[in-house]
T-cell receptor
Framework: AQTIHQWPVAEIKAVGSPLSLGCTIK??????LYWYWQATGGTLQQLFY??????VESVVQLNLSASRPKDDQFILSTEKLLLSHSGFYLCAWSLHLNQDTQYFGPGTRLLVL | QQKVQQSPESLIVPEGGMASLNCTSS?????YFWWYRQHSGKSPKMLM?????GEKEEGRFTVHLNKASLHTSLHIRDSQPSDSALYLC???????????FGDGTVLTVKP
């Protein structure tokens, strides 16, 4: 069975500090991977997606970047955090057809002060 | 820009009652719909998907889809307090492959 892990579970960071969030999928070969952001009480917004190692597409510009260094790993990062980066970051995976469901990881809660 | 509209924003039903949630896409290239449930502080969990016109039932949950109007609805019968959550509708544009979520309906089931 496939499992999806995200790390860390939660972070409190200072404005202007760097950030790196990680996501690992086990049990699925070459999945599509996604990063989403959800402000408190807000809509789920897709940030990035990747269909293969080394390829990442940006959906929304939020002064964040993403990378897929391995088939089962997806990283979200920034060199300088803003207050507006606070929220709930979710990694998701799916297979490759349009009707394939996206499944979410447990998420990372980020508070920027 | 694709928009997914959900209504109502919030809904209170008594335990054992029926909850009905609505979702409409304004993008004509949407072909697939999902409903997710998100309990407070947790990540969304897929509840049901529907891709064809008509109705699909799984236990206490029924979804309807009208492709002509790009409208889907989720009905929960015999609602339980554990059903209290944010319900998110998602629609996929089959040209771009992008999944867009609505703002959600907050369901509260009162014991």
């Amino acid at each position: 069975a496939q499992t999806i892990h995200q790390w860390p579970v939660a972070e409190i960071k200072a404005v202007g500090s760097p950030l790196s969030l990680g996501c690992t999928i086990k049990g699925k070969s070459s999945p599509n991977l996604y990063w989403y952001w959800q402000a408190t009480g807000g809509t789920l917004q897709q940030l990035f997606y990747s269909i293969t190692v080394g390829q990442v597409e940006s959906v929304v510009q939020l002064n964040l970047s993403a990378s897929r260094p391995k088939d089962d790993q997806f990283i979200l990062s920034t060199e300088k955090l803003l207050l507006s980066h606070s929220g709930f970051y979710l990694c998701a995976w799916s297979l490759h057809l349009n009707q394939d469901t996206q499944y979410f990881g447990p998420g990372t809660r980020l508070l920027v002060l | 820009q694709q928009k997914v509209q959900q209504s109502p924003e919030s809904l209170i039903v008594p335990e054992g009652g029926m909850a009905s949630l609505n979702c409409t896409s304004s993008d004509r290239n949407v072909d697939y719909f999902w409903w997710y449930r998100q309990h407070s502080g947790k990540s969304p969990k897929m509840l049901m998907s529907i891709f064809s016109n008509g109705e699909k039932e799984e236990g206490r949950f029924t979804v309807h889809l009208n492709k002509a109007s790009l409208h889907t609805s989720l009905h929960i019968r015999d609602s339980q307090p554990s059903d209290s959550a944010l319900y998110l509708c998602a629609a996929k544009n089959t040209n771009t492959g992008k999944l867009t979520f609505g703002d959600g309906t907050v369901l509260t089931v009162k014991p």
